[in-house]
């Protein structure tokens, strides 16, 4: 059998159990090592001399951090995922049987089955150290927690934070956890050794103390619990259009077994795990876990290059994205110096950026000191003066190739010529913008996306001449600001925008033919995504949207010809979107309604079939992706996902936009797009690679 | 000195008046503002610098050390020692001298100094009957004792003692600033219309200065409120059009029956921070850098406190003394305009043989100033005087209009509260 912890015991009696998993660098509860600990349990229930036994770890930074994520992935078949996550309710709920009191003592990550564990001992200390995260986030992997953590968190704080914390699938560091009750006591990592000993002896001499501190929950949650669940349950309707099980059936299992026996409770929880483990929608969500893990990891190069350090940004621009990106950048510490055209440029921006500061300072995620001190580390010039020991320049100015070219000329010039010079260009080619460049190689496309305080994607693109050092840099860059970066080819468009904006197209395409666009945004919104197409357009504004549909139709030609209801409502009405008030939609503060000038434009109306609006909108951009694949634009169809995911709010309950390809099935896509050609034109036509997998049965997964 | 001072750049924030756009900016920010901008405008590194020193004479109560705070904000490692100096009016000349001093003794070459003050954050105080209330409310243990010593309060001991009215009195002789003034006026018999004419000049010169950009070129702009998004770009005490009728208008404000200074014809109380970058001028050659300026003498004179103002003349006169200079030398001269009256007072001084031999000891008198090459650009009356920081200023503006003007030498020269002046030669080759 293999080792998972080291067993000792002391001559005062205090037995310790510290988890040390062998050939791994962090603890999990798989299914092997909750066998190790049943035989262990099984023993200690005889044990006569132990006077209390402390569970504790000797990873850095971990206590549990869960359960083996791909166990729950392998599951599929509901009696045997039942069995399962009955067996490890039982093996953890003889920690609460033992003769003696149990300590859980956490310093480090203590997540899912790991939390669940803690909470089957009778205390729970733990540090204040930063990497201390407790929490059952199962949620997020289209689970509930399944080893009692329904059922045992809530008597410690109370129904409704314990619906927060599972519903949100929400991490606490120590102090928080504390506050909650989570746990009994949070010291400071460095007065672990003697709290932890103190804290010992308090439970042997007088538990009370510890046990009088204890939350009982609010009134609300003891004496109307109704309206807890009703408050809940309207929250996760707009939180997630009910479009996801595992809260729905969280709450659901906490209603049915409110008042009922934690051993009761625990079969209801089982049985609710079971079914939700099962689902594609679980499935999907733990792809993308574990996509995200590998981006995590990725460093964008394969040989191993160092990532230069950087210390001092430069941003030049200042519009919205500058904005973003000099907030971004500011908020982790960075030195970041504007350059402007005029100085009140500078006034308008740190306005954006305080705003920004404020909504932050209000979730108590930092403090007014911290964020003065970051603001104050914006500095800005109307000149290039003390750009010189930048290590990076951003640019984020208007998308105008010669504009950009002189600014790089210039930034050669002044900045030393190990720092990296980066576009934020959406749309431009990197290898064209760096031509002029003495020193290309320096050269690469960090592209944001807007809102970039909210959006977590940024597509890093190496042009031809780009050095691996550059790349590795931005990536790290990128991770650092607490982004995940994709490495993405060069090609109009990029990735996102490329596979995005045919969809757009497409849908107005499907007004101009008749079809009423508010029921394409209805449609497209139930079919999961953030908004719809025409909403979109608006959001981003007409004006930013025509400019790179217009730059993707000169690459691609005949497939993303712009729509020429576009051309109308941009070029001849002049409708810029949200921010003019005015565009597919008319905006009020928040509210919309359709904007009847646009909705004249087309005279004849026709009725389409939902299947087909669904069908035109979502298969181009399929049959897009699938050439980016086949071209080789992102390194696999795992990336691709999760970029449309987090680029574009591409639904996660459907695993990416490829996982929900592969669930309809290629040959039937392959199908619907044949026809569609026939019917619509050549933009239909299947990518080579759709047409090759569809005939050899395959996959993208 | 051995070797001047190399004084490679040096800019300010804009001078905003006291209570008005810098109010809710304190002293560390507004340095670690210009600080920070001055040190990347140089581009030498932040960890290649040996100190910071900044000079600031209000020194808030929740920044102690305001210069580490300043070095800290402004991005400097934590490794980067840092102090504050203070000599009141001259504590923005204090810090560049004592740089010079601790290059000259070697330790260190790279100082980044400089001056900073918020007059509008100098805090409110509590009477001495308030605290000894509040100290026997802390000692009293139950709430009857607590009750019974509240009854000892009395409406006149929440009276607040004004910081910075404290600040401007002089300790030893009892008057504020403004009496100091008085007595000059008194001594060399000088109107109150002389003074506003002074005083107006001072307008019209910075006016105009302001309106040619000449400013601009010292200013590093600040967003000073990222609420509503303001910039500020330029000073805010010169008054546009500033005439003689709007001057006499105002009443005396030291000496309500008899006197001549008022808040015209004074320095105005402001918010502003000011840097410069030090080295050596052997250290600027072989880094290939092209400063500002350079520091070749200066001195520091003490007299009678309640004659404050005639600092400059008796700074001046140990300068000369002791590095055989004259007027002649000099090509500029920027006196500090902490009153009107007070740098009359200095310029009569200056061309008097008596006052020369009476005070200094001197045969000869120290010169006859040539008023066109005196505060050529306005003064504190104009623009303001941020005690810590206009030390500073005037050592980079002196500078700056040397450079303009194609001349060699200038003089900056302040009275100090306390008794004491302050007179710097600086070289714009």
Known sequence: MMKAFEFTLDNNGIATLCLDLEDSAVNILSSEVLRALDA????????????LLQITSAKEGIFIAGADIAEIEDLRDEDEAYEKVREGQKILSQISTLPFPTLAVINGACLGGGLELALCCDYRLCTENSATKIGLPEVNLGVLPGFGGTQRLKRLTGLSKALELILGGKILNGKK???LGVVDACVPQGYLEFKQKSFIELILSNPEKILQKRKKGSWMDRFLPQLVFSYARKNVAAKTKNKYPAPLAVLDLLEKTNSKEVQEGLEYEARAFAKLAITDISKNLIGLFYASEALKKERGVKRRVKALPIKMINVIGAGVMGSGIVFQFSKIGKLVR??????????QALKTIQKVYDGIIKRHRLTPAEVNMKMGHITYTTEFDGFNNCDLALEAIIEDKKAKQELYEQLEEIMDEKAIIASNTSSLSITMLSEKMKNPERFVGMHFFNPVPRMPLVEIIPGKKTSDKSIATVVALAKEAGKTPVVVGDCAGFLVNRILLPYINEAVRMFEEGADYEKIDALILDFGMPMGPFVLADEVGLDVGYKVAKVLEDAYGERMKVSSILDRVYQQMQLLGKKSGKGFYIHSGKKRQVNSEVVGLVFSKRTFDEQEIIDRAILIMINEAAMCLQEGIVENAQYLDMAMV???GFPPFRGGLLRYADSIGISNIVMTLESLAKNYGIRF????????MAKNNKTFY | MKERIAIIDGIRTPIAKAGGNFKDIQAERLGAHIVQELALRVGIPFEKYDEVIMGNVSQPGHAANVARVIALEAGFPDSTIAYT????????????????????????ELFLCGGVESMSNVPLMYSDKMKELFEALFKAKSITEKLYTLTHFRPRYIKPIVGLMQGLTDPVSGLMMGSTAEVLAQDFGISRDEQDMFALESHKKAEAATKAGRFREEIAPLVYDTKSGKIMEDDDGIRFGQNMEALGKLRPFFDRKNGTVTAGNSSQISDAAAAVVLMSESKAKAMGLEPLGYLSHYAYAGLEPKRMGMGPSYATAKLFDKYKMSLKDIDLIEMNEA????????IIAFDSKKYAKEHFGRSQALGSIDMTTLNVNGGAVALGHPVGMTGTRLVIHTLKELRRRGKHRGLATLCIGGGQGASLILEAE
């Open chain 1, 685 to 692: 036509e299947p990518a080579k690679l759709l047409q090759d």
């Open chain 1, 177 to 179: 956890a504390e506050k």
């Open chain 2, 339 to 346: 009153f009107a009256v007070q740098v009359l007072a200095n």
């Open chain 1, 646 to 648: 987090m680029g574009t």
């Open chain 1, 338 to 347: 504007m350059k402007l055209r005029r100085y009140e440029q500078a006034a």
């Open chain 2, 85 to 108: 100096v203070h000599r009141n009016c001259a504590s923005g000349m204090e810090s560049i001298t004592s740089a010079a001093s601790k290059i000259m003794a070697g330790e260190g």
């Open chain 1, 40 to 51: 262990k349990f099984n023993e200690l229930k005889k044990a006569e001399d132990i006077r």
